[in-house]
């Protein structure tokens, strides 16, 4: 089919603002990188100041006792150190991969509109950013959760050999007579000048610094570009281009794939490999849903949603009868409840379609055969999602009471427990002895009910934290509050089992 010239000029335009987009998300990948790196150089000068303190640990012959208990004060300190880096990273690399995702589907938008793309050309930067939050709400944001944990995984690998690393070098240290300004260089030093990392060579800090740069900058491309790819779909978007970087460092297995056109179910993976910086582009056919539709999908959703969150609330089992399937899924989603049976729930199941069968040996291939034959699916049914719904609604409200009527009770013995008890209690139970960002935002809405901290960045969050004087970790009070809650839920469970 001959193209117009208005075609022709609209596919040129399309294809400049896509180059732009790339470039704004290869900045903000950069400035990711950086965050990282910074926060692993002040991971790595702790644990130098650490071992400096210890001077000459392992040159202690005479007395073996007292180096011994330096060395295990030594290793308390590093793994402090280590647990707070890993924190760190995890709360910081599951933000950026959400907001990068975000910023995909803005970055999508924002292209349509600097393109002048018919019903996206008069859009202003506030409608833009409205429209992409209303495009967010359609989206499947299973990938997203697939992709913040992955990342968070293999960074957790690094910390860990990292951790692992540090103790090795240690040991060895100690064992041969090494001095603490030794094993400072052994370890090796993150290095922020590109060039001088290239000319450092490979020891402890540069060989994770490394591979959390590399995690980072993939990952971060990869939650934009499927953010954006989401968004594509989610409008109707049926064709897109690839595009190399088009400079000297564009690599063999991403140049033959320039301008090739795929369907967009067909695509391959992008990033494609590891620091890859390519992306797409729009192509023909393209027949968009408008913004004004988008919106109004986005709204019958947003009703939906309101609905479902009624009847989880205050609804009786009718009123969940009442919702589709999708509705009760979402719920289940948002209640931490698996939306897969169990296996105690597939075996009962195949009892009830095949009695008397023993299901003792069921396992592996043969219960997947025997699921088979018997048209056994592993999801849950919606009678399935209601019951386990039920049961998480009954649970939260005797937790609620419970957590309630403790909070009331003035004589509660952990009022009269020391800080440092209270620590060690917390500790025996599971609970973290650092704010969570929920908690945050609880004691937030607390104090200033008129304000909805929900949506708020994490520097302004650390902001209004400065603001009301709370700290990273827990003050008394606060460990009382989690240990009461607990308490509630857990005799909630009780009057469950």
Known sequence: MMRTQADQQLAERIRIATERSAL??????????????????????LVKRSILRYDQLGSL????????TGLEQLQADINETMRDLKKDQTLRLRRVTKEAF?????????????????GFAKLKKDDTTSLANNAFTLIDRD?????????VVLAGDVQRELADGIKRTLLTAVTTGKGTADIVRDLGSVIKDPNAFRRAGGKLFQRAQYRMELIARTEVMRAF?????????????????????GDERVCPECGPLHERVF???????IPYHPQCRCSVVVAEPIDLLKPEQIKQRSQNLKRKQRQAK????????????TLSFDQLSDLAKTNQISRSRTKKELLREVVARAPGTNTA???GEALQAVLKRLEIGRKRSKQDLIRELLKKQRFLAKAKQEAEESRKNPQSKLREMTYQELKDLAKTRGISRYLSRQEVVEILNERNPSRNHTGLSSDELSRLMKQHGLGRHKTKALLIRSLEKLAGTELAESLLS
Do not use: C
């Open 263 to 269: 369907d967009i179910d067909q695509i391959p993976p």
């Open 102 to 118: 975000r910023n995909g589907i803005l970055g999508g938008f924002k292209e349509l509109v600097e393109a002048r793309w018919p």
């Open 225 to 245: 570009n499927q953010g954006r790819m989401k968004m594509h779909h989610e409008i109707g978007v049926q064709r897109l281009e690839w595009l190399a970087s």
């Open 143 to 151: 990938a997203l959760d697939f992709l913040a944990n992955y990342t």
């Open 361 to 363: 040996d069921l396992v």
């Open 310 to 321: 009624r009847v989880f609330e205050h609804g009786t089992p009718s009123d969940f009868e």
């Open 61 to 68: 012959p005479d007395n073996k006792l007292k180096a011994k």
């Open 24 to 45: 704004s998300r290869n900045r903000y990948t950069e400035k990711v990188v950086r965050e990282v790196t910074d926060s692993l150089a002040q991971a790595e000068d």
